[in-house]
């Protein structure tokens, strides 16, 4: 494919914040993406450029890109990784070739004719037909570094319901109906003056603990009847400082931590929970998965959509399901070779978004053509997550 026009510009993100935008054309066919930006970033992620940089890097390398003929994404995306020329995309920020590396793939299908969909599913080798919609994972409590009330005490990132139902539309719709029950619930309790909603359009209200937003879930779960189940990202590494964990006015060992864990997953019937340790600790991870085996332990920032990381994390037994984060390593067929090795190691993938959104909807795609586990996409409500929720609903149309 000859890619006869391209650029970038600066764009706003959902908190307001710069990121870029990439335009590409070819053929009669235009394209467009943007990459999102995460407030808690995990040490091992791909670097990102200022954007007003960015933007000049790409003139530098523009002609390059034009003057090429590419016949793949494997092939652009390793033309990226060569004029980076650094291990961790140091030179032109994940960022920008992110925003590449997608807008070529949506030309891309375009040209072939396909659904972005099965375009993905197709330069996997992971047989789309074969594939699911994902699971929805709904982000409806914001904590730690995604809470906006000054007065939660919540140490705990994320704090999630998954619903029970197979079916991507009913899943979706009872998610929206718990949300707004949810919201009803902590204006009468905190007052609506002290309900607003958090980066990921979760509601951030003055908690008192991590087990008081729990309790608030499981009991309205219960008295509701509604089938979902609790899923907390706990993003540790934000609180582990000089080998501990400070949590709800308490310091812990990893060993105390695992037990206050164990304790909140027994009682609350947890369904998952996502960096209960803290970025380097993979030994960790390992015991508590022994622990509790039946439990899906997700890893993000232990591995950060990195083929190296998620290696050593699987020979170690460090978890058994990962984020993905396509911004986090900068580049889709990166990304797809740390969703095939998830894959072909029997671990579940969830296909994520980050805090500082755009209305790109391409993870949806790339969710449902990987056939990955789940999808975070934040609370289904504000515009930017429910761009992705109801990308999936228009491909269950089409027909996975």
Not at 92 to 110: C, E, Y
Not at 225 to 231: E, T
Not at 239 to 250: L, N, P, R, V
Not at 342 to 354: D, G, K, L, T, Y
Request: hydrophobic share 40%; aromatic share 10%.
């Amino acid at each position: 494919m000859k890619i006869f026009d391209a650029s970038i510009k600066i764009i706003k993100d959902s908190r307001g914040k710069d990121t870029l935008e990439a335009e590409m054309k070819a053929e009669n066919f235009l394209a467009l993406a943007s990459a999102p930006s995460g407030k808690s970033r995990g040490a091992h992620e791909a670097f990102v450029l200022e954007p007003q940089l960015a933007v000049k890097k790409f003139n530098e390398i523009k002609l390059g890109i034009l003057n090429r003929e590419f016949n793949s994404q494997q092939e652009f995306d390793d033309f990226l990784n060569y004029l980076d020329g650094s291990e961790n995309k140091g030179n032109l920020g994940g960022n920008l070739t992110l925003v590449l590396s997608l807008a070529f793939a949506r030309l891309k299908a375009k040209t072939e004719g396909k659904e972005l969909f099965k375009y993905i599913g197709d330069i996997s080798g992971i047989k789309y037909a074969e594939s699911r919609l994902p699971r929805p994972f709904f982000n409806v409590i914001n904590g730690g570094a995604h809470a906006t009330n000054p007065k939660s005490k919540l140490d705990f990132q994320e704090f999630q319901i998954i619903s029970e139902a197979e079916d991507f539309g009913l899943a979706l719709g009872l998610g929206q109906e718990f949300y707004q029950k949810l919201r009803s619930f902590l204006e009468n309790k905190f007052g609506k003056e002290n309900v607003i909603l958090g980066d990921e359009a979760g509601f951030s209200c003055p908690f008192e603990s991590n087990e008081q937003a729990i309790e608030i879930l499981a009991d309205l779960i219960v008295k509701s009847n509604y089938p979902l189940k609790i899923g907390l990202d706990v993003a540790a590494s934000q609180f582990y400082k000089d080998g501990k964990y400070s949590a709800g006015g308490k310091e812990y060992s990893a060993e105390e931590l695992k037990d206050f864990y164990i304790k909140l997953i027994e009682t609350y019937k947890i369904f998952f929970i996502e960096d209960p340790f803290s970025e380097e600790s993979f030994d960790d991870f390992t015991i508590l998965r022994q622990n509790k085996p039946e439990l899906l332990i997700i890893t993000d920032d232990l591995t950060t959509t990195n083929f190296e990381r998620l290696k050593n994390a699987i020979n170690k037994k460090s978890g058994n399901a990962i984020l993905v984060k396509p911004n986090q390593i900068g580049t889709l067929t990166e990304t797809i070779n740390v969703i095939k090795l998830a894959h072909e190691n029997n671990w579940q993938e969830v296909v994520s978004h980050r805090s500082g959104e755009t209305i790109d909807d391409f993870i949806a795609d790339l969710a449902a053509g990987t056939g990955a586990y789940g999808i975070k996409a934040g609370a289904p409500s504000a515009p930017e997550r429910m761009a992705k929720y109801n990308r999936l609903l228009r491909i269950g149309e089409l027909g996975n």
